[in-house]
């Protein structure tokens, strides 16, 4: 059969056809490319939304401490406070010990929150007494400075555990101004004794409070009267240079005169 044959030409061109179509059979992908993409990009989206931890975490605690104060005895019973400290701040105050049975259990009842509340609010121990609970709050108030006595001797604010190490402030910060807790001797009075501590700050009186005072009969009215103006005048005056109470003469001058010692002793 000649070359140029109409029916050579046919059978050509369909061998030629049916050789590029089992050509293109054996390059097919064994495989949906849709469903292998599919497949291939669900996978690493779950492991990494595994790996995620949750917002909430674990929260970094502030440092807290709990400092209790001395045993102070009254003429009702035992008082003794204990603070709940967090950074140098008093964030709790309890009593551990207070005046109890008879009228006692009432009158504590009707104190001792009292007292509390007044402690963190004034970070102090410069509360006032609640009426009609005169030993128990004067109980509270010398426990309740021994307390922060004992913090202050301990030191501030623990810092939270697994902080970063950054610095404080910067290094040219001017010192803080030492605080110091003086109190001075006894002074003894036809009444009783007088006892009086200074908290300065440098060699400026901050605070003042008797450790101190007569008590019992009308000495009790008359010291609750006395003492928070002699305290006032101290810090106001910045020395024993202040005026004797009205109706008060002999706790002023014993006050006056542990005033003086504190201040002695503080080389003021």
Known sequence: MKKSHPIRRTMLATAATVSGIVLLLSLKPAGDPAAASAQG????????????????????QTGTRTVTGDVVKTEYGPVQVRLSLSDGRIVKADAVQA???????????????????????AQSADIDAVSGATYTSGGYKKSLQSALDKAKATGGGSESPGASASPKA?????????????????ARTEYGPVQVRLVLAGTKITKAETVQAPSGGRSTQVTADAVPKLNQEAVAAGSADIDAVSG???TSGGYKKSLQSALDKAGG
């Open 170 to 186: 910067p290094a040219t910060a001017a010192p803080a101004t030492q605080t110091r807790v003086i109190t001075g001797a006894v």
């Open 99 to 121: 005046p109890q049975g008879g009228t006692s259990d009432q009158k504590t009842a009707l104190a001792v929150p009292r007292l509390n509340k007044a402690t963190v609010a």
């Open 41 to 60: 990009g669900a996978a690493p989206q779950q492991t990494v939304a595994g790996q995620e931890s949750p917002q909430g975490g674990s929260a970094q």
């Open 248 to 250: 008060a003469t002999y």
